[in-house]
């Protein structure tokens, strides 16, 4: 159905937007200072070293390990608009239209950031099999593993889906009711020193905990553009996103897989 079944006179109420995921891609990685083209360096400065002092100085040299970045994934949009809807543009139909595809692409690019983050091997743990009793302390010890390796205390994160927030909710270490703001952080919220977010676009069945300088991510709308088709009386608008993702610190993430265990068996001689 076109836009123009949109006609003031018959649609009183406001337009209705669809449900999406909010983006937290941004908030949770590492952004490159600059961006030139489709590739972008991250650079890590390499390990110093003290030396006792006996009388003479020896000079070391600083080394960075250049990590690239290039943007492979592509995403577009394109639509039309016939000569005839645009009398009826009214109500925010382009503001709507425009909003809906931006949505899209924030949650394919949460997808593809969270899946990297995912994929890391460095500490994934073994799957456990969680119980509404545990999760929280499964939290706690993904935040001591990070610890152990030395990851800094600030910007820590730890994600988690809706059905774990609810299950952290039960728990009353967990704050009661959280807000989830719009950037998905959970207000107010931290376990072991671990800002809690909560994402729908984070792969089934993990839990991932980590430091911001850990994974590297960017997305840029490259173009942008609106036209005359010329294969009917109409305007159409596109637009290409292009982004990526790259492990930085492996050490600096953990991945707990895991099965949840939502009812306890019966204890025997209860009533069945």
């Known amino acids: 159905m076109s836009v123009n079944s949109f006609k003031p006179q018959l649609w009183e109420g406001a337009l209705l937007a669809n449900f999406h995921n909010t983006s937290i891609a941004d908030a949770i990685s590492t952004k490159p200072t600059d961006i030139k083209g489709d590739k972008v360096t991250f650079n890590r400065v390499g390990a110093g070293s003290v030396k006792?002092?006996?009388?003479?100085?020896?000079?070391?040299?600083?080394?960075?390990?250049?990590?690239?970045?290039?943007?492979?994934?592509?995403?577009?949009?394109?639509?039309s608009l016939a000569d005839i809807d645009k009398v009826q543009l009214k109500g925010d139909v382009m503001k709507a239209t425009t909003a809906e595809h931006?949505?899209?692409?924030?949650?394919?690019?949460?997808?593809?950031?969270?899946?990297?983050?995912?994929?890391?091997?460095?500490?994934?743990?073994?799957?456990?099999?969680?119980?509404?009793?545990?999760?929280?302390?499964?939290?706690?010890?993904?935040g001591t593993k990070l610890s152990k390796n030395?990851?800094?205390?600030?910007?820590?994160?730890?994600?988690?889906?809706?059905?774990?927030?609810?299950?952290?909710?039960?728990?009353?270490?967990?704050?009661?009711?959280?807000?989830?703001?719009?950037?998905?952080?959970?207000?107010?919220?931290?376990?072991?020193?671990?800002?809690?977010?909560?994402s729908e676009e984070l792969p089934a069945g993990n839990i991932?905990?980590?430091?911001?300088?850990?994974?590297?991510?960017?997305?840029?709308?490259?173009?942008?553009?609106?036209?005359?088709?010329?294969?009917?009386?109409?305007?159409?608008i596109r637009g290409l996103c292009v982004y990526d993702s790259v492990i930085l610190r492996d050490e600096a993430i953990v991945v707990q897989p895991y099965t949840l265990e939502l009812n306890s068996p019966l204890v025997e001689g209860e009533d069945q």
């Open 208 to 236: 991932i905990a980590h430091h911001k300088s850990a994974v590297g991510a960017a997305k840029q709308l490259s173009e942008t553009e609106a036209m005359r088709l010329q294969s009917s009386f109409a305007d159409g």
């Open 102 to 142: 931006a949505s899209v692409l924030a949650e394919k690019y949460d997808s593809y950031v969270l899946n990297k983050l995912a994929s890391s091997k460095s500490n994934l743990l073994t799957t456990k099999k969680l119980t509404p009793d545990s999760v929280y302390d499964s939290i706690v010890d993904m």
């Open 150 to 198: 030395k990851v800094p205390k600030t910007d820590r994160f730890v994600i988690v889906d809706a059905e774990i927030l609810g299950l952290l909710s039960k728990d009353p270490r967990f704050i009661i009711n959280p807000n989830v703001l719009e950037n998905g952080f959970v207000e107010g919220q931290k376990i072991n020193g671990m800002q809690v977010m909560s």
């Open 52 to 79: 006792d002092y006996t009388g003479t100085i020896s000079w070391d040299d600083i080394n960075t390990t250049p990590i690239d970045m290039t943007f492979e994934q592509k995403k577009y949009f394109a639509f």
